[in-house]
């Protein structure tokens, strides 16, 4: 872990802000991902358990991803104009940037102590403390030392939000951020009896008949540009409404693409409502596609990572490409 101004132990430092908080306030990226969402749920399951003043939200749309719905406490959650204005004590979640808190992100700025809880390698360090380890397979594993340090149990909840957090991000143990430790995590979590084949059937696997026929369309139509070992495509807002799909459920397709033996990179764009447009990058890990998504604003780690753009996708795309 790499500390912030707060000293040599950052871990030390954050578990005695918890300790010594009126009010722990806890809040993840905007749009969050399992390991967003799971990695926050898990400590304020923790933290509610050992009977602390504990709220947690994330940004507007405030709209969690259907195949995030099991995930235990998001009834729970708060909305975000129902957040502290200037917490005591903020912990944010896999948020690499005050950026990625959108409507958030003026509690962050307001609060007394802010914990930084990540592990994506362009975080900002923008805590009072920071709590950052790229080493980290999942921000969840970064929330485990933490709860640990803090001397407090995981219960059943708990678990499994960490073991989503953590299968999220290790694509179900198949990244290269799939260590020993990795392994050691989740023996520990599924013994609190963790439905792992339900988890991730619901986390993976499942999806609306509307939205396996809008893949069919986005897999029609992706380009390989096989001289530059890269497969992209883009998922229009004509495409949602035709197919009656939501942006929110498109997550997981850059994962079927980029199944391409073909391509080394892979690139989805997803066209908002407001017409900006969404990109993910993954690579196969010979080429690094963070540098891209930082110099667009955006982020994420050297094999996967994405940004917003103005303009219409091909220009994205060639600009991208050009960029590589
Ligand atoms: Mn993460």
Request: hydrophobic residues 45%; contains cysteine.
């Amino acid at each position: 872990m790499t500390g912030g101004p707060a000293g040599p132990d950052p871990l030390g430092a954050a578990a005695a802000a918890v300790d010594g908080a009126r009010q722990v306030a806890l809040a993840c990226h905007v749009n969050p991902d399992g390991d967003a969402l799971g990695s926050m749920l898990a400590l304020l399951h923790v933290l509610r358990a050992a009977g602390r003043d504990v709220v947690a939200s994330f940004p507007t749309p405030f709209r969690v991803a259907p195949h995030y719905r099991d995930l235990p406490g998001l009834d729970l959650l708060v909305p975000p104009a129902e957040f502290p204005t200037e917490p005591d004590v903020m912990i944010t979640f896999d948020s690499g940037s005050l950026a990625r808190l959108g409507d958030l992100e003026p509690a962050a700025k307001g609060a007394r102590v802010l914990v930084v809880v990540d592990h994506h390698v362009s975080n900002e360090r923008f805590g009072t403390v920071n709590l950052v380890d790229p080493d980290a397979a999942a921000s969840g594993v970064v929330v485990q030392a933490l709860v640990d340090r803090l001397g407090l149990p995981l219960d059943r909840d708990a678990a499994v939000c960490l073991y989503a957090a953590l299968v999220c991000d290790t694509g179900r143990f198949q990244y290269s951020s799939t260590t020993p430790a990795v392994f050691d995590l989740a023996r520990r979590l599924t013994e609190f009896d963790v439905p792992v084949p339900e988890l991730s059937r619901r986390l993976f696997e499942e999806h609306r008949f509307a939205y396996l026929q809008l893949l069919g369309d986005a897999l029609a139509r992706a380009e390989l540009v096989p001289e530059r070992r890269f497969v992209w495509t883009a998922v229009t807002q004509d495409m949602l409404r035709r197919h009656g799909v939501t942006i929110d459920e498109v997550e997981g397709l850059i994962d079927i693409l980029r199944r391409a033996e073909e391509a080394e990179v892979t690139c989805v764009l997803k066209e908002e409502a407001d017409g900006t447009v969404r990109v993910s990058l993954r690579s196969l890990g010979a080429v690094a596609v963070d540098g891209v998504a930082v110099a667009h604003g955006g982020g994420g780690h050297r094999f996967a990572s994405g940004f917003s753009a103005e303009g219409d996708v091909r220009d994205v795309v060639a600009r991208i490409l050009a960029a590589l």
